[in-house]
C-alpha cells in the first residue's frame, strides 16, 4: 500500500468517487456534495493499492499550531484492515511537518471507536449531519 496524494485526473476522480460513495452516497446525497469549497487548501491523500485507491482523507490546517482532519473514508470492504490506521498516521505526520502540535476532527457516532484507537480524545458533540448523523469534536496532541 502506498500513500500519497492523487496525481492524474483519473485518481482525482477515484478520489472523490469514494469520499461520496462512503460519506455522501448512503444519505441519498448529490455527486458533488462530497467537495467543499475550500478543496484547493486541504492536503489530499490517498491509499493506493496497484492503480486502485482504498481510503482517503484530508488534512487542513486551522492556524500554525493546529489541524483538522476531514473527509476520511475507507473503502467499505477494506475496513478494520488497517488502511484507516495507515491514512491516520500519514495525515498526523504531514500535519507535523506543517507545524501542527494538536490535530483535531468531527467524527461521526460510528467511528469514534476507531479515532479512539487512533489515540483521539473526545471533546464534545459537535453537529448533526444530514439530521441524523452525530458528530462528536476529538483532539490528539502530536
Not at 42 to 66: P, T
Amino acid at each position: 500500500m502506498e500513500i500519497r496524494t492523487p496525481v492524474t485526473s483519473e485518481e482525482w476522480d477515484a478520489y472523490y468517487q469514494l469520499r461520496w460513495e462512503e460519506l455522501r452516497k448512503p444519505w441519498n446525497q448529490p455527486i458533488g456534495s462530497e467537495k467543499d469549497p475550500d478543496e484547493n487548501l486541504f492536503c489530499h491523500l490517498a491509499a493506493f493499492e496497484n492503480e486502485s485507491i482504498l481510503g482517503v482523507g484530508c488534512l487542513k490546517m486551522i492556524n500554525d499550531k493546529e489541524a483538522q482532519i476531514r473527509f476520511m473514508a475507507v473503502a467499505n470492504s477494506l475496513q478494520r484492515k488497517g488502511v484507516g490506521v495507515s491514512l491516520m498516521n500519514a495525515l498526523e505526520v504531514e500535519a507535523f511537518s506543517r507545524g501542527a502540535h494538536k490535530v483535531v476532527l468531527h467524527a461521526r457516532e460510528i467511528a469514534v471507536p476507531f479515532y479512539e484507537y487512533c489515540g483521539y480524545m473526545m471533546i464534545e458533540k459537535s453537529y448533526l449531519l444530514y439530521d441524523t448523523i452525530q458528530h462528536y469534536l476529538m483532539s490528539k496532541e502530536i
